[in-house]
């Protein structure tokens, strides 16, 4: 028995444990799918931001392509593009521009200086946005103010000729500035406390 317990052991001991995989370590980006290399600049006070690409895609006339875009509290400043580089900054791959530099962009007296590809410095000027103006309140101007005689000879005063009944506002006549118009043998409507634009009649109407 004490043989066949230590065979038993023995047997154990040769064996090795089968391995366990390990869970792979996540895939680091492929080339394609790395960062696409754009720089993303912000102020040291936060009033500015930029974002620089890198690879433009051409989408129309080469001094067109915008290469860059700034914005100032959050709103957008200005857009530059390829035509605002110096001559020789630019690359053609393809249907892409290359033209940005290694290298942090640097801000100085209010412009960005940017590195090229090609060497040098572009310098960017800070523009900020224009204000827009403040929205006016504008009042819808007042309607005319008419008077009118009805079939009773009573004078009628109202603003605008939608108060009028239909079959009067041929005959209505508009209050001018110095003063009604009474045509003659007109009475005023008692119920009209509509105040008169002149306490002086200007005489009969013709």
């Known amino acids: 028995m004490r043989r066949f317990v230590l065979a038993l052991l023995a047997l154990g001991a040769c064996r090795q444990p089968t391995p366990v995989a390990s869970p792979l370590p996540p ?21 500015w931001r930029a974002t620089l690409w890198r690879e433009p895609e051409i989408d129309g006339p ?13 709103a957008p400043s200005r857009v530059v593009t390829a035509g605002e580089l110096p001559a020789g900054a630019l690359n053609i791959v393809s249907d892409r521009l290359e033209w940005l530099g290694q290298g942090a962009p640097l801000e100085r007296s209010g412009a960005l ?5 090609g060497g040098g410095w572009a310098r960017f000027e800070f523009v900020q946005p224009e204000a827009k103006p403040a929205a006016v309140e504008t009042k819808p101007p007042s309607p005319p103010q008419l008077f009118y005689l009805d079939d009773e000879g009573t004078l009628h005063v109202v603003d605008g ?46």
């Open 27 to 47: 895939l680091a980006p492929a080339p394609a799918e790395d960062a696409s290399g754009d720089v993303r600049w912000n102020s040291a006070d936060g009033q």
């Open 62 to 74: 080469i001094p067109r392509v915008a290469i860059a875009a700034f914005f100032h509290r959050g």
């Open 113 to 117: 200086e940017v590195p090229l590809r």
């Open 161 to 206: 000729p939608g108060n009028i009944p239909p079959r009067y506002r041929k005959s209505a006549v508009e209050v001018s500035a110095r003063g009604r118009r009474r045509p003659c043998g007109a009475r005023a409507n008692p119920r009209d406390r509509r105040p008169m634009v002149s306490r002086t009649w200007s005489g009969c109407a013709s």
